[in-house]
């Protein structure tokens, strides 16, 4: 029976979870079985004390619902040799940065390979949320100015379930399982303690704004059409976010991503969203095509 209950490593997994691993599959269909594995964990908050991402535990779980005909998993595929990275190799500049000139600022995709070392090593340093390996459809960037780095930034999956997010956008369930990917989160954003540039943070997200339905399109061959990210109200008030003219939509109910149960507390944080066109509410709901819009 299909509703039955299933209990992997202590973890029972509803009807629901079945029905966003076939979303998942079906929205990234290149993960292979350890990133799908870990994309699900980070979805359904599968997660160890210490927070690391239970995947053996989880791929166990996908092998047996594939088994039982509920999903299809991606074909086995020869396990690579990991690339080693000497972090000895990696060299960060604190040099206090405090003029720049605020015309030159870009941002730059981060690739794989040292620059994505370095990235991570900034973010895992001085990022209070440090770094958190992500799956699916991702880009990260350096901010710079001048070839000078000056932070970072991460854009990736949105989360799976948001009621304010919904309300506002006026979603059914079957039109948000069916185009969540054209909204993605700024999941990481840091600047570099040493930089001191007055209003360095929303020009960033200005530069991001303009430039990010472009890179994920090429990419990743679609375009989101809304931005959202999550401001931890303890720690921080989201002046840079209010200042690019991002929309408060409220508050989070402090549950984490997949909480059904009421039982993983976190800190209650302010959603914000940023439109990236004008129609981004009748192509979220399907009555139009998505079409990116290009900067003028």
């Not at 299909?2 to 966003?20: A, H, L, P, Q, Y």
């Not at 699900?40 to 166990?60: D, H, M, Y």
Request: some cysteine; aromatic content about 10%.
């Amino acid at each position: 029976m299909k509703d039955k209950t299933r209990v992997f490593s202590g973890r029972e997994i509803s009807s629901e979870d079945i029905e966003m691993i076939r979303w998942i599959r079906k929205t990234y269909p290149k993960l292979m079985r350890s990133e799908l594995a870990g994309t699900v964990c980070e979805f359904i908050g599968w997660n160890t004390p210490s927070g690391r991402a239970k995947v053996p535990q989880c791929l166990e779980c996908l092998a047996k619902l594939e088994e039982e005909g509920l999903i299809t998993l991606p074909p086995l595929r020869l396990r690579e040799k990991k690339k080693e990275t000497n972090k000895a190799t990696i060299e960060i500049d604190t040099t206090e940065i405090s003029v720049c000139d605020m015309t030159s600022i870009e941002i730059e995709i981060v690739r794989p390979g040292k620059e994505l070392a370095r990235w991570r090593e900034y973010v895992s340093r001085y990022h209070m949320l440090g770094d958190k390996k992500v799956f699916g459809s991702r880009l990260q960037y350096f901010i710079k100015s001048n070839d000078k780095e000056l932070g970072c930034l991460q854009f990736s999956a949105s989360s799976w379930a948001l009621s304010e997010r919904e309300k506002w956008i006026g979603w059914t369930a079957e039109e948000r399982k069916e185009r969540l990917n054209l909204i993605v989160n700024n999941s990481r954003y840091l600047i570099f303690p040493w930089v001191n540039i007055k209003n360095l943070a929303s020009k960033a997200l200005s530069v991001a704004i303009k430039q990010i339905q472009t890179d994920w399109l090429r990419e990743y061959c679609y375009a989101p059409v809304l931005l959202e990210t999550f401001v931890d109200k303890s720690h921080f008030k989201g002046t840079c976010y209010k200042a690019a003219n991002w929309i408060c939509l409220g508050e989070t109910k402090g549950r984490g991503r997949i909480d059904r149960a009421h039982e993983n507390a976190e800190t209650i944080k302010e959603i914000y969203v940023y439109p990236l066109q004008k129609d981004f509410r009748e192509i979220l709901k399907g009555e139009k095509p998505c079409k990116v819009v290009t900067p003028e």
